[in-house]
């Protein structure tokens, strides 16, 4: 979350590594500091970077949510700001294929926090920042993907601490062809204090799942999409 001996968020930075892994033994080799900017962080999503020219080159980048912005790390052009959050910070980030590829991300903000904020990125290279949700309290899950078959991303997202209605759950974010237009609708009502979530086809259909942990409410649950 935060640099050795770093005081609430101020002091060491972050050194964020990546390790060499051998694919015989699966012993973790060298290391290397990919980024050092930042002074806390809290989640981060490895983004397909698409196809490569050489077998070197690496096909990943890196989004990582933290205090003062949301950053982007690749091989190429090492770490670029996506986003200055420094007023607000934010916890969890998943890059979003809504709009276009690579030009979506969708995070919760600030860190623990009370938004959902989907982002689209515009002609001059500037990120547009949209709140589609702000009944959070503890935002502490999201997940993107097609679960619906409509050959564009929608939005999975919890939060773990009673709200203004004082409820817990999960969230489904439906958006238009535009990724204007966005339809909410409701997973688990008040039995899941979401701290994680993942997306996977668990039964084989071709259809994504939701898998959701809840440790206040100390369960596991599968959401079959049927």
Known sequence: LHGRGNQNGAGAVVRLSAYAIDLQTGKVGSHSIVMEQMHMTHNFDVVSLGPVETAQDSTEGLLVAGKEALRMVTPISN?????????????EVRAASVTGRLENLVSIEPMHGTELVFYRKQADGQWQRRVLDDTYQQGHALATGDLLGLGRDQIVAG??????????????????????????????????????????????DGRLDVVAAGRATNNLVVYWNE
């Open 79 to 91: 770490d670029v700001v996506v986003a200055a959050v420094p007023d607000r910070g934010a916890g």
């Open 159 to 204: 939060w773990r601490n009673p709200n203004a209605d004082n409820r817990v759950g999960v969230r489904l974010y439906v958006p238009d062809e535009h990724g204007d237009v966005w339809q909410q609708h409701t997973i688990d009502d008040n039995t899941m204090a979401c701290e994680d979530l993942r997306l996977a086809d668990l039964d084989g």
